[in-house]
């Protein structure tokens, strides 16, 4: 069908509420929280999807991993239908939550890592080689056999990256992944990210509020705003337009991009 990693169509998503209307009666009310994007990633991309709380990032995120089931609207990725085939699409991809872990609490983080090798049947030989790999990119070798309640928030993030990279997805969503990081945390999660897309290829699609983030890691940035597309193209004619942190920050404040 196409060469595009992520491609979607007119995608869009629309909830449906029930509030009471007196003692008996319930009111519907339709909520549409994704409103027919067209969107379109090519192979080795690393995009910042970027827009304030409750503009639909999340919510275009859950409909790619085939968590949601779209309204409507025509979506693929990595050669699949998300909706219809979640279990072949999740050995495609990897997925990273800033707020959220994948990782069992109180294993240690190693045995995350083997229990993940048996989930996605990674080939022993290519499971050690990633794990050693990514142990020395992201200097995991401290903790490794700390149970994963008892680290800090910046080990648990390059914990969780790992875990999400084990498998060599296609591409990989990243939900805030330096969110509460201190300085130093931030840089390696960065520096990690970056030479993974130029050395790997691997196609990256960022969520993100920290400006830094987007300056370093994206060349193409998609702009979200009540569920709609109102920017998606390089970083640089958005700096062009406007400073990036006036955009960015009139973003969070509520103030409408599009239009």
Not at 79 to 91: D, I, K, N, T
Not at 112 to 118: G, K, V
Request: charged share 30%.
């Amino acid at each position: 069908m196409t060469d595009a990693v992520i491609l979607a169509e007119q995608l869009t998503k629309t909830f449906t509420a029930h509030t009471r209307a007196g003692r008996f009666r319930r009111e519907r009310s339709d909520f549409t929280a994704v409103d027919g994007i067209d969107l379109r990633v090519e192979p080795g991309e690393l995009v910042g999807y970027i827009g304030p709380n409750g503009a639909g990032k999340s919510t275009t995120i859950k409909m790619l991993t085939g968590i949601l089931t779209p309204t409507s609207g025509r979506l693929r990725v990595a050669g699949f239908e998300p909706q219809r085939e979640r279990v072949r699409l999740a050995r495609r991809i990897g997925v990273v939550f800033g707020q959220r872990t994948t990782l069992w609490w109180d294993l240690p983080l190693r045995d995350s890592f083997e229990l993940l090798q048996r989930l996605y049947r990674i080939p022993p030989d290519r499971f050690r080689a990633n794990l050693a790999r990514y142990t020395e990119a992201l200097d995991l070798g401290p903790f490794l056999d700390r149970p994963v309640r008892q680290l800090s928030l910046g080990q648990r993030m390059r914990g969780d990256v790992t875990a999400a990279l084990l498998h060599d997805p296609a591409v990989v969503y990243l939900d805030e992944p330096t969110i509460g990081l201190d300085v130093v945390s931030k840089h390696a999660v960065r520096e990690f990210l970056h030479d993974l897309n130029r050395r790997t290829g691997t196609t990256i699609l960022l969520t993100t509020h920290d400006i830094d983030d987007i300056e370093r890691l994206c060349s193409r940035v998609v702009v979200i705003d009540h569920g709609r597309i109102g920017y998606d193209g390089p970083i640089e004619l958005l700096r062009a337009d406007r400073d990036l942190e006036t955009v960015v920050r009139e973003l969070y404040s509520g103030q409408p991009i599009i239009g």
